[in-house]
């Protein structure tokens, strides 16, 4: 039963055209329906039995040219549906697979497992906090969110090749921090 509601929480939250969700939400609940009275008939836990060409789906069948993903049918030939490791539906739209996790598209998938929404970054296999940076392939801190080089450092410090400069440097060259500008000063930059 819970499995039921989910499948019409999905369909009815998702962003789909009302014909194509009035379509989905009738095989949900037709196969539920028909799963409860095959059970009765059947037995618990009988094998869903399915007509030539139709695939056998969370206690229903989907149609001849249809799919099975995760309890609910979907258009095989469909380009704007997709089955994310057989488990989630996923509009192609506005969505892609991460992985099993359907994720908006504008988000950035971390290693196949989760989804990362903009402004946030992947980091190896986890999602940083907004603004907080990714270095050495472990997040930085609130207190030290952005990297240099393979290290985090505070925000009211600077960048100065794979150094980072305190507030009293004012000058980067060549990778080094100073106070006022050296002598030669080629290649400075104000920091």
Sequence with gaps: ?????????????????????MRLLGGVVGGGVLAYLGRAT?????????????VACGGSCCPTGEACCGGTCYPLNSSAWTCCAGSQLCQTVSNACCGSTCC?????????????ASPRVCCGTVCCGSGISCCNN??????SPKCCGTTCFPSTYTCCGTTACSPTYKYCCAGKCYTSKPSPSTGCVAV
């Design 1 to 21: 039963m819970g499995s039921l509601i989910d499948d019409i929480s999905r369909i009815i939250a998702s962003p789909i055209p009302r014909r194509q969700a």
């Design 42 to 54: 059947h037995g618990l836990g009988a094998p869903q039995q399915c007509s030539n060409g139709q």
């Design 104 to 116: 908006a598209k504008s988000s950035g998938c971390c290693s196949n497992t989760t989804c990362c």
């Design 138 to 143: 472990k997040c930085c801190t609130s207190s």
